[in-house]
């Protein structure tokens, strides 16, 4: 975010001082509030549309997060138990294309977010993580779909720069980018189209009345026909989607800029790459030549406690940088100059959902990214804003429209399982990385995990 906000100058939209009224209020300037507001002003450019922010866009996961761009196609086995296999085939297509179209919207609107379509690994760091893929494999090839290219250790070693990658399978359809970069891009794209920004002006809440919805921040009233709520994990406030939703944070670091150092370890410029353990590793070299190494499945978000500067502290730092050391030994003399968390949303499926809020018409949201948003939220920003317009297109009535079958566990029963699941978890990827079994009580309490990045 840093290195965003250096790029565009860092000029804040205005909060909001004054009563206004709109067509359409979106709350939440991450990724998925602004595609939504640039699908709207871009099919509908009469129509009022606003976004309030509660700090600046770009401040929640959209400007904090690995900045891989990926599609649904790991995902396609839990996308046909939700839905029949054409409609998975579908969406999985779509998400590709979204890849794609973020590519092409960066370039036709002069966004510098070091877009690179240069493919994912997804590889095994021990022996137990072989073959993770085969079954996603499997029923992707009996649906007729084949996205992925099963690598030679040698050619993952060959692409990868590391000897730790013991096998893998390749995705050409994957992209990298400086995700901080992209969301601010994505706000000078909604205000040049006309949207409305307001930051520093966090919604404190909203009411339904006779003929649309009172969305109340501090000093002021928003009157909007129709509200679209895109605050990711902040949704948890509400009950209904609490119930879904599971707040995991993610920690992150980044080193210097050492651009010769990687080119010596041959790591494909760009090139993402995640293993196959469920506190998942993920790390990509950026355009400039540094490395981003994230670790997911940290701090457990208790309820809808969502305090900003909490989330934003990595817990697992050391832990990271660790394993970042042990991936590539070769960078050993390389600094780590950042090192940052976030919150990640994970829907009990481990797919987003979208709908209306508290049986209104009128309140739309969408939720539960679960690790995958940046590439998604594009097709987010499609769905809500036809479910805005009240469109009842491939989008306004997507098959992710829908209620998650699978309900968490009220407080503190959550919090206290989803400790003891992750203690679990850690006790049995330790043991993994030395090339051992972990214990018979172990894996059954893994098995209790309903988060999950791929699959
Ligand atoms: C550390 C980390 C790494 C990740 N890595 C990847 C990755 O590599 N690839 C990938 O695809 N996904 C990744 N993700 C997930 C991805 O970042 C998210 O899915 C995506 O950014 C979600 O965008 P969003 O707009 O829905 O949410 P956000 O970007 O969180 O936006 C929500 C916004 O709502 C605002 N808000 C909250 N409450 C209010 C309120 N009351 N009033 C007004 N505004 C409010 C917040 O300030 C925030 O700006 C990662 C996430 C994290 C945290």
Redesign the pocket.
Known sequence: MQQALQRDGHEEAPALQDDQTLDICI???????LWTALQISGTEPSIRVGV????I??????????????TWWPKFATLKKLMSTDDALRIAAASEEAVVQTGRFCETNGIDADFMPTGWLWTATNSSQMGSWDDTIDTLASAGASPFRVLAKEEVYEISGSERHLGGVFEAGVATVQ?AAL?RGLRAAALAAGVSIWEK???LDYEVTPRGVAVRVPGATIATSQLVL?????LARYPEIRRHLLVLG?D?IATASAPEQLASVGWTPGLAISDSRRLVH?YRPTKDGRVVF?KGGGRIGFRDHMNRSTWATALRGPEVIDQFRRTYPKLDGVAITNTW?????YSSDSMPFFGRLAGSPRVHFGVG?S???????YI?GKILASLALERDDEWGTSPMIRTPATRLPPEPLRTIGGWVVRTALRSKEAAEDQEKQPSALVRRLTHLDPTSFVG
């Open positions: 709350v939440g300037g991450g990724l998925t509030g309030v922010e509660a700090d866009c770009g401040a929640g996961a959209s400007g904090a997060n690995g900045g891989f761009a990926m995700p969301v002006t966090p919604m895109a605050t990711n994990a902040w993610s992150v993920y994230g968390s976030g919150a990640v949303d990214f690790g995958n948003g940046v590439g998604p939220s987010g």
